[in-house]
């Protein structure tokens, strides 16, 4: 899927706000172990998607080759 510059720059931001309330749930709920794990796991997850998304955003796109005859002409 190709998203656009700006759909990209809104879903940067969503991760990042994502991230920021979850980092700050983990340290409030600092005494019940088990949410703080799934909170740590969901953290890891959308830093990783995170980093994928910054990994993919500038890569250059592979050449796309239309014959004249796709276009209706003669080959």
């Given at each position: 899927?190709?998203?656009?510059?700006?759909?990209?720059?809104?879903?940067?931001?969503?991760?990042?706000?994502?991230?920021?309330?979850?980092?700050?749930?983990?340290?409030?709920?600092?005494?019940?172990?088990?949410t703080?794990?799934?909170?740590?796991?969901?953290?890891?997850?959308?830093?990783?998607?995170?980093?994928?998304?910054?990994?993919?955003?500038?890569?250059?796109?592979?050449?796309?080759?239309i014959?004249?005859?796709?276009?209706?002409?003669?080959s």
């Open positions: 899927m190709i998203k656009t510059g700006l759909e990209i720059v809104r879903q940067h931001k969503e991760y990042e706000e994502k991230i920021a309330e979850l980092s700050d749930a983990v340290v409030r709920l600092e005494e019940y172990n088990y703080k794990s799934i909170l740590r796991d969901e953290l890891s997850k959308l830093r990783a998607d995170l980093q994928f998304l910054e990994d993919t955003r500038f890569k250059p796109l592979d050449p796309i080759v014959h004249t005859s796709l276009l209706g002409g003669k």
